[in-house]
Structure formats: structure tokens, C-alpha cells
């Protein structure tokens, strides 16, 4: 049931009282350098936030066997957090509306050279609208407001009538694999909101993504020989044009993928780091690089692994020196399927006029072309999962930030939502 004006003036006032504390809370979160495995102490930071807000506490570590055995598990390597997940669960006295998972990731990106940011990017600045930090936009804005907005309704002495998880997770940047152990540790809720920085939309279609290595393997030699031997760096470059068809291939598909016909380029491949060689005057015996692309829905991450193995065998065989020195592809990361938020539920009606009531405006959908923890609600819980959050510019870039106008309206429309999707009761 629609709530009704008088109450839904009061949650936004009371998102508005609170809303200097929630910017400070946001920018305690920002001086958190949350790199990836590097996310213990942000962590516990959360587990006290939720705990002091009289939550029932959870934390708990990754299942490698068992995240390896689900088809939308990403490889472990080296490199994978060992920071533990962290769960609040609020249970209402009576158990009268729909239940609702909040979720947010604590790690973010590298912020690049330090000298390419206005600012040291883990000290946060408040600069007219904008509140700057790495991780500040994506998303502990978000993270921060989840807790906001049960904060506002218990500020007018109210609290969800149905039970909420707030889910703080791991791995959201590179495999995925924190949002997969919520649901394998075993929980469920009736929808998932995660408030990443949507520009104040709600996302229709995502695509999945896979992370993969692949490495060339050269002849050294000494360059006055140079004839003789064969250079793995050369070589590379070849394999990145046969990977740029291959992203040609999957974009020139768009028409038969509804969300995604209209785009310029849905499918982005990314070559995100080279390594190779060893000295200026040997050729370099080795190459490696990298890569991230995407996939439309309904495309598992196993076929299209399986394509970009057969695109690079089909390619070196055309090549007199990769023939011989096949590039070898390891998969090394996100290994994700996409989703459609199919419309219509009523998950996101209430979204909906919660959005209008918060901004005046009519919720928009749109499609977007980056992984999303929502996957895992959507595809292996099968509910709702809203993904939608603020305004913002650079993320993963320099001088990432987040509008705090925007957030403010979306913190509001966050409470509003959870004010109508799980009922109210006294505190
Ligand atoms: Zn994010």
C-alpha cells in the first residue's frame, strides 16, 4: 500500500536531519584505502556501524570449493580478497511485510598515479556539490546510505517490518565472488536494492563480464640476431587485433539483444595492463596482457569463454609465428552471466513512487555496459534486484565523486522505498 503523504514528508525530513552525519559517515568510509584484500579493517569499521544500530551480526569468509562449483563463481588467484563478508540483520517484532537485502561492496580500484588526482585520493573533500574520493561514488556513498535510511526511519521511531539484511561485501571490482558467497552462505530476501552510482536510474540490462590472461611466448635471442629469434611483444600486438574482431563480432550481434540494439558499442573490451620482456637489448621472450570483456544476458560466462579460446587458436593458426607458439589464455576473474530486471514487478513500482515522491521525477531505466553484484539476485535468487544510486563522475578514474544533492534525494527515495516494500512499525 502506497504510504501515505503525511508519513512519506516525515521520512524525508527526518533523511534530511540526518543527512550532515551521513556525509561524515561517508567520508570516514573514503580515508578506508579499501584495495582489493585490503578490505579487513573497512570491514570491521562496518561490522560496528551495524552492530551499534542493535543489528544481529554475521561475518564470515569466503567458501572457495564452493564458489568454484557454481557456474557464476570467478576463478581464485593470488590476488583474491581474504577479507570476510559482513552481514546486519534487523527482525521486526512481527515478521508483516516483504523481507529486502541491502547491499554495498567496500572495495574499490586502484586510484592510478597520485599525481593525476586533483587531491590524495583517499582524503576526502567536499568541493561545492561534489563529495571527492576514490570509492566515495562507487559506492560507499551508497554503502553509507543504506544504513541512512533505516537510520531516518528509526529517527521517528520507526523500523522495517520485515526482516532487512545490509550485506557489506568483497570482491565486487574484479570477480563478484562476496556478492556469490551471500547467497551461497544461504540468504534470501524478497528483493535487492544496491545503490551503486546510477545517475538516479534504475538498471534495466547489464552485461555479465569475464577477466582473462593471455600470454605470448617468444624466441630469445640477442638483437644483433635479431632475424632469428621472435619477439613475444610483436607478437601480442597481433593478438590484440584478433581480440579487437572479436569484440567487432559480439558488437555487430546487438540487434538480436533486445536492451542493447540501440547502443553504439555495447560490448567493451578492455585491455587493462601489459607486462613483457626483460631488457631493451634482448627480444622479449614473454608478453602478457590483461583483458576484461563483456557479454549480453542470456550468453553464460563458459560460451563465451569457449569463443574467445577458439577466436585465439583460429587466429594463431593464421599466423606463421603464433602457429607455433599458440598464446596461452587463463582465466583470472569475473566470470559472469548479465541480467534483465524484467518490468512489470512490483518490487519496482514501489521503487517507483518512491523516486517520485523523493525527486519529483519519474523513475527511468536504462541499460548499462559494467558488471553489477545485482547478478546474483537476479539470475540464482531469481527476485527483484534494483540496482539504482546517485549521481556521479569518474568512477574508476581521476577525482571520482559523488553530488551530494543527488545523494540526499536518493537516500530519501531509499527510505521511502523501504518504508513500503517491508511495512513500518514502532520502534
Ligand atoms: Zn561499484
Known sequence: MPLSPDLSARIVAAVEAGFDEQVALTQEMIRFPSLRGEEHAIQDHVFRL????????????????????????????AEHSKAPIVVGIHRP??????????????????????????????????????LYGRGGADMKAGHIANIAALDALRSIGLQPAATVYV????????????????HLRGYRADAVLIPEPE??????????????????????????EMAAGANAIDATYRVIAALRDLEAKWNARKSDHEHFRDEAHPINLNIGKIEGGDWASSVPAWCRIDCRISLYPGISAQEAAR??????????????FLANNPPQVTFNGFHSEGYVLEPGSEAEAVLGRAHEAATGKELKSFMT??????????????????????????IHGFDER?????????????????AEWCGVEPI
Open 307 to 320: 569463443e574467445i579460446e577458439d577466436h585465439l587458436a583460429a587466429a594463431a593458426r593464421a599466423d606463421t
Open 199 to 224: 545517475e538516479e536510474m534504475l538498471v534495466r540490462a547489464n552485461v555479465g563480464v569475464i577477466w582473462f590472461q593471455v600470454e605470448t611466448r617468444g624466441l630469445p635471442v640477442h638483437v644483433r
Open 50 to 77: 551495524l552492530r551499534d544500530r542493535g543489528l544481529a551480526m554475521e561475518r564470515f569468509e569466503m567458501d572457495e570449493d564452493a564458489i568454484s562449483r557454481h557456474p557464476g563463481g570467478a576463478p581464485f588467484t
Open 93 to 130: 517484532r512481527e515478521e508483516k511485510g516483504r523481507s529486502l537485502i541491502l547491499q554495498a561492496h567496500v572495495d574499490v580500484v586502484p586510484p592510478g598515479p597520485a599525481n593525476m588526482w586533483t587531491r590524495p585520493p583517499f582524503e576526502p573533500a567536499i568541493e561545492g556539490d561534489w
Open 369 to 394: 555496459p559494467g558488471y553489477l553484484d545485482t547478478r546474483v539476485y537476479a539470475l540464482y535468487d531469481r527476485i527483484p534486484a534494483l540496482c539504482y544510486g546517485p549521481i556521479s563522475k569518474n
Open 167 to 182: 550485506q557489506s561485501v568483497v570482491e565486487e571490482e574484479s570477480t563478484g565472488n562476496g556478492a556469490l558467497m551471500t
Open 402 to 418: 559523488v553530488s551530494l544533492t543527488s545523494l540526499k534525494r536518493i537516500t530519501a527515495a531509499m527510505a521511502l522505498f523501504v
